[in-house]
């Protein structure tokens, strides 16, 4: 099966800063998913096919990459930011994740 | 709005079998795959298997093979998935979501299901 890694598994961000996370792929994939949780919750889709943003998701989010290497930025960020974001691909079975990368407002 | 209710909470013995629930409302139950997604902090998120409520074809991980059986109620829009021979490996919290084929992606999830092996 395809190998998710995330990096940085946690980091910090002031408001206003950008922010970047990676998603690196054992093997190539189409395309990423990406999905933000907050604790005590279920995941929530949050870009999908590698750029586009979920229903309600704001636009400071952006996505990008292709084969191996994948990334979700955040242009500025805000308070509500701080959760944690998982990486997703569904071009081989069986679908995975990655580990997860935990955000937070310094 | 398209809303997923998972059963409640679950206290099982080692050994037992439990099965969880997925009320499906707000769509077509039968337009879109259920999927199950186990979470532990220990494996993250690892994807069960899923289930096209319509034709009752299924596909699972090769890890949850002879552990999760998927079933679906096209009558009561229910989704279920049966565990059996628990052990502490499998306290976890269960998610069933709903799958949009149209960008193959997990697009509605449950609030969760906590299951909890233990004597």
């Known amino acids: 099966q395809i190998v998710l890694t995330q990096s940085p598994a946690i980091m910090s961000a002031s408001p206003g800063e950008k922010v970047t996370i990676t998603c690196s792929a054992s093997s190539s994939v189409s395309y990423m998913h990406w999905f933000q949780q907050k604790p005590g919750t279920s995941p929530k889709l949050w870009i999908y096919s590698t750029s586009n943003l979920a229903s309600g998701v704001p636009a400071r989010f952006s996505g990008s990459g292709s084969g191996t290497s994948y990334s979700l930025t955040i242009s500025r960020m805000e308070a509500e930011d701080a959760a944690t974001y998982y990486c997703?691909?569904?071009?081989?079975?069986?679908?995975?994740f990655g580990a997860g990368t935990k955000l937070e407002l310094k | 709005q398209v809303q997923l209710q998972q059963s409640g909470a679950e206290l099982v013995r080692p050994g037992a079998s439990v099965t969880l629930s997925c009320k499906a409302s707000?769509?077509?139950?039968?337009?879109?795959?259920m999927h199950w997604v186990k979470q532990t902090p220990v494996h993250g998120l690892e994807w069960i298997g899923a289930i096209d409520p319509e034709t009752g074809g299924t596909a699972y991980n090769q890890k949850f093979k002879g552990k999760a059986t998927l079933t679906a109620d096209k009558s009561s829009s229910t989704a279920y998935m049966e565990l059996r021979s628990l052990t502490s490996e499998d306290s976890a919290v269960y998610y069933c979501?709903?799958?949009?084929?149209?960008?193959?992606?997990?697009?509605?999830w449950g609030q969760g299901t906590s299951v909890t092996v233990s004597s």
């Open positions: 997703q691909q569904r071009s081989s079975y069986p679908p995975t």
């Open positions: 979501t709903r799958f949009e084929d149209s960008f193959y992606a997990m697009d509605y």
């Open positions: 707000g769509y077509t139950f039968t337009d879109y795959e």
